[in-house]
């Protein structure tokens, strides 16, 4: 992709800087403005719950003090849940955060530490970066001709991303060649939309692709995927955000690959398919209208990693 069809917003002030933290992150490619945090209903409390951060210092300490103060969590109902206050979204346009798989890796902050050597994969001289930026801004490009605000969004998205849908575009490698296929995987203590919007992901991505559904695939780090991890990590998107990990195909294998190369036109039209989909089933007046009761969080796991 020309460096002529990506533009960066560099973003400054103190908005911005909550928004991203101390990542030193460049900034991001997008075809609206960047998100209002504080507009969008993205305020301490509204979606982080007691246990939103694992204490590994005073810093953390003082962050779960200040989110279960004054606007945090007010009902625990059923016992051992805990509730989130929905956000307040105005009219406007639907927004859809894409994730470019592995973009800006190198400036991911030291909470993202253990995926900063994680490039993605590569097969041939095709890197699995270079095809996960060229669908987002494919997809984008169709969003952005229906009317829908659109950020492309690289490994450090800001905390608590609010939008109407959220999708993690990466692509798999086998080692040898040999496997083929796509998957999806949306993760737990979330919106209650996100089984459906991964089905009709899945179900335009596969009907115009014609690639087998890789269910046997989907992995634990797929399931919990960091960016959906809002309990765990500061840098994922709202738990009101329907967010979905997509492995588009196996760059190591050749048809897969020939499909994200040379047929990206075709794969980002079921991407953008889908999403259109679930935009049109779930209106922002539904997608945001009652708070969210979730179990409260199990014991921490390892930190999961993308692939």
Known sequence: MGGGRRRFLRLTGSAAALALGSAGLSGLWHRGSLPDVSAAGIVPGATTPHDLFAATGADDQVLMREASAGAGPVAVDPPGSIRIRRPQMGAGPRRVGLQAGHWLTQQAP??????????GTSWGGITELSINLDMAERVGGILTAHGIEVDILPTTIP?????DAFVSLHGDGDG?????????AHSTRRTPFEPRFME????EYGHTTGLDYDQDGVT????NYYAHAWSRVRYATSPFTPSVILEMGFVSHDWDRHLMVDRADLLSEGIARGILQFLDDVPRSKLFSSDLVLPAAPPRLPFPTPR
Request: hydrophobic share 40%; proline share 3%.
């Open 110 to 119: 030291p909470e993202l530490g253990r995926i900063i050597t994680q490039t």
């Open 159 to 163: 905390q608590g991303y609010l939008a």
């Open 176 to 184: 040898r060649g040999v496997k083929s296929g796509f998957k999806a």
């Open 200 to 203: 009709l992901l899945v179900n």
């Open 220 to 223: 634990r780090n797929m399931l």
